[in-house]
C-alpha cells in the first residue's frame, strides 16, 4: 500500500470535488491510501508538491484544479506554468498524476470531472499509481 498527497487548487468547489472524489476512488480502489491539501491556485500546486516530496511521507502526487478560460492572459500563464512545474518535477522522479482542467467553460469541465463521463480525477490518480509502479520497477 502506497500513501498519496492529493493537493487541490479549490477554486471551482463542485467541480474540485468531483476530481476527488474520482482520484478517492481510484486510489483505494487499488488498495493506496491518501490526504488531500488545499493550496491558494494551480500556479502553487507544483511547489506544494516539491515541499511535501521534502518530508517523505508521501509515495506520490495528485494535482486538482480547474482552470476555465477567461477574457485575459492569465489562463494561458496558469495552465502552461503549473503543467510546465509539475512536469519538471515528474521528471525529477516524482510520481505525479496531473489532474488540473484546462478548459473553455464550466461545461468542459464537468464533463472531465465527473466519474461517469471522463473521470479525469481517477485517470490522474492511476497516472500517479503508474508512475511509482514504474519508479519501484526501474529501481530494482
Not at 21 to 47: C, F, K, N, R, Y
Not at 84 to 103: E, F, K, Y
Amino acid at each position: 500500500m502506497a500513501h498519496f498527497l492529493i493537493i487541490e487548487a479549490r477554486f471551482y468547489d463542485h467541480l474540485n470535488d468531483l476530481l476527488i472524489e474520482g482520484a478517492v476512488a481510484a486510489l483505494e480502489g487499488a488498495g493506496h491510501s491518501h490526504e488531500v491539501i488545499t493550496v491558494p491556485g494551480a500556479l502553487e500546486i507544483p511547489g506544494a508538491v516539491a515541499l511535501a516530496s521534502e518530508s517523505g511521507r508521501y509515495d506520490g502526487y495528485i494535482a486538482i484544479g480547474v482552470v476555465i478560460r477567461g477574457e485575459t492572459y492569465h489562463f494561458e500563464v496558469v495552465s502552461n506554468e503549473s503543467a510546465r512545474g509539475l512536469m519538471a518535477l515528474s521528471l525529477d522522479g516524482l510520481p505525479i498524476g496531473n489532474g488540473i482542467l484546462t478548459v473553455e467553460n464550466e461545461a468542459q469541465a464537468l464533463t472531465r470531472a465527473r466519474r461517469t463521463e471522463k473521470d479525469k480525477g481517477g485517470e490522474a490518480a492511476k497516472a500517479a499509481i503508474r508512475m511509482l509502479e514504474l519508479r519501484k520497477q526501474f529501481a530494482s
